[in-house]
């Protein structure tokens, strides 16, 4: 919520990921299903997890990603232009939020909604070869 109590609105942005590095910290279902995302949009992706699934292993066994079974570690976000954070851990979030925002490179992260920030919804709906912001899809 903004400080007059109005809904924040978004903008939605669109970016050419192909050959870019893309950093996914966190290694659970939804950093897997974001490791695919970026993946088919042609992404550098490089996942940073302790202990990623089982589907992230065999896309690095593919030849698709690289991982890191490590924890995160400041300095991590190096060299990224963009930066997911998905780990369920707070301490992590805020961690690589406070590293992207040094960086001046905003990572999108997991926030849980707060009475002074509202979680946005879904970034994108997906079908086929078409990709659709949300405010879209209903209309």
């Known amino acids: 919520m903004s400080d007059g109590g109005e809904a924040k609105a978004y ?7 192909a050959a870019r590095p893309a950093i996914v910290i966190g290694g659970g279902e939804a950093a897997e299903k974001r490791a695919r995302a970026l993946l088919r949009l042609g992404a550098d992706v490089v996942v940073i997890a ?3 699934t089982p589907g992230l292993l065999e896309l690095e066994a593919d030849g698709g990603i690289a991982t890191e079974q490590r924890g995160y570690v400041r300095g991590d976000l190096e060299g990224a232009f963009i930066a997911f954070c998905l780990s369920a851990d707070e301490e992590v979030r805020r961690a690589v939020s406070d590293e992207a925002e040094e ?3 905003p990572p999108r992260e997991r926030e849980r909604p707060t009475r002074e920030r ?3 919804g879904k970034t994108i709906f997906e079908e086929e070869d078409i990709t659709i912001p949300p405010f879209l899809r209903n209309r």
Not at 11 to 17: A, E, I, K, S
């Open 118 to 120: 509202e979680r946005p």
């Open 50 to 52: 302790a202990d990623p």
């Open 103 to 105: 960086r001046e490179a």
């Open 11 to 17: 903008y939605p942005v669109f970016l050419d990921l």
